[in-house]
């Protein structure tokens, strides 16, 4: 193999064999590669570079320097822009809302009934059902925009949760269950199949989720719940890696810097008893 020892190095060895070695998805390795600064946010960007240095032993702290100083320097052209997509004129406003209220009842219904032939096994349809519903009801209470990639992925969504999901007495009466499986600087999540995931800050409650093929990066700056639609991923930091193979949806917490597998019942235990 090929040895890289600087950024031309990877520029040079192509989008395709970095792919298949980092799994991170071709468009993105191309952006990277092509230094399309205004194009990728800065936590995707420092990922994908992280993964580049741990994957290829090689430094890139100067590509990232000169990606920090494009962003100073162009504070305007990396402001979000407003989207178009979803707004409607102040005519058809109501009707909109309307629209979108009667289906968070038919959804929250259908979740009810869902939910309740449940079995400790967690239900993927149930899941995605909860998670639409609060998807739309954050769309029709903030109006905000959904920006949807070139490549028909989910981006990432953030909804706030009023009341923080930690509770340190409420934690401390939880049963710890959980196994250790990778601590590090850099907690990466590389799923083998497209996955939807989502991830719940424990410290402010806000929620993220997303279907995606692409590498998750994980900050373990902070503490996290977070739970996987199917386990078939390989779980990696610049110590070791850890490979799964579950089709079924997998939990896990990362606190201080250590991601543990749980089950559903502690999930849903520091989730103020919640699965989502």
Same mark, same amino acid.
């Given at each position: 193999?090929?040895?890289?020892?600087?950024?031309?190095?990877?520029?040079?060895?192509?989008?395709?064999?970095?792919?298949?070695?980092?799994?991170?998805?071709?468009?993105?390795?191309?952006?990277?590669?092509?230094?399309?600064?205004?194009?990728?946010?800065?936590?995707?960007?420092?990922?994908?570079?992280?993964?580049?240095?741990?994957?290829? %032993? #090689?430094? &890139?702290?100067? +590509?990232?320097?000169?990606?920090?100083? =494009?962003? !100073?320097? @162009?504070?305007?052209?990396?402001?979000?822009?407003?989207?178009?997509?979803?707004?409607?004129?102040?005519?058809?406003?109501?009707?909109?809302?309307?629209? %979108? #209220?009667? &289906?968070?009842? +038919?959804?929250?219904?259908?979740?009810? =009934?869902? !939910?309740? @032939?449940?079995?400790?096994?967690?239900?993927?349809?149930?899941?995605?059902?909860?998670?639409?519903?609060?998807?739309?009801?954050?769309?029709?209470?903030?109006?905000?925009?959904?920006?949807?990639?070139?490549?028909?992925?989910?981006?990432?969504?953030?909804?706030?949760?009023?009341?923080?999901?930690?509770?340190?007495?409420?934690?401390?009466?939880?049963?710890?269950?959980?196994?250790?499986?990778?601590?590090?600087?850099?907690?990466?999540?590389?799923?083998?199949?497209?996955?939807?995931?989502?991830?719940?800050?424990?410290?402010?409650?806000?929620?993220?989720?997303?279907?995606?093929?692409?590498?998750?990066?994980?900050?373990?700056?902070?503490?996290?719940?977070?739970?996987?639609?199917?386990?078939?991923?390989?779980?990696?930091?610049?110590?070791?890696?850890?490979?799964?193979?579950?089709?079924?949806?997998?939990?896990?917490?990362?606190?201080?810097?250590?991601?543990?597998?749980?089950?559903?019942?502690?999930?849903?235990?520091?989730?103020?008893?919640?699965?989502?």
């Amino acid at each position: 193999m090929k040895q890289c020892n600087t950024f031309e190095d990877l520029q040079a060895l192509g989008t395709e064999k970095i792919h298949e070695r980092t799994h991170i998805s071709r468009d993105k390795v191309d952006l990277v590669l092509a230094k399309s600064y205004s194009e990728i946010g800065r936590v995707q960007f420092m990922g994908y570079i992280s993964i580049f240095e741990r994957e290829y %032993g #090689i430094d &890139l702290s100067e +590509i990232k320097e000169e990606y920090t100083a =494009f962003c !100073q320097n @162009n504070v305007n052209i990396l402001t979000p822009k407003q989207s178009v997509i979803l707004q409607s004129t102040s005519n058809s406003k109501p009707k909109w809302v309307a629209a %979108g #209220i009667a &289906l968070i009842i +038919i959804l929250m219904v259908g979740g009810y =009934f869902l !939910q309740g @032939n449940m079995s400790t096994e967690p239900r993927e349809e149930v899941m995605k059902l909860t998670t639409l519903a609060v998807e739309v009801m954050d769309d029709a209470n903030r109006a905000e925009d959904v920006n949807i990639s070139e490549n028909n992925e989910t981006n990432i969504t953030t909804v706030p949760v009023v009341s923080p999901v930690v509770n340190n007495e409420v934690n401390k009466s939880i049963p710890t269950v959980s196994k250790a499986l990778i601590s590090g600087k850099e907690i990466t999540i590389y799923p083998t199949f497209k996955v939807w995931y989502g991830m719940i800050n424990m410290a402010s409650g806000e929620k993220v989720q997303s279907i995606t093929s692409d590498p998750i990066i994980i900050d373990p700056t902070k503490d996290w719940l977070i739970v996987l639609g199917h386990g078939r991923v390989e779980i990696g930091s610049s110590e070791n890696k850890k490979v799964f193979n579950e089709k079924n949806s997998v939990h896990f917490i990362c606190e201080k810097g250590i991601l543990k597998q749980i089950n559903e019942k502690e999930f849903i235990q520091r989730n103020g008893g919640k699965n989502w």
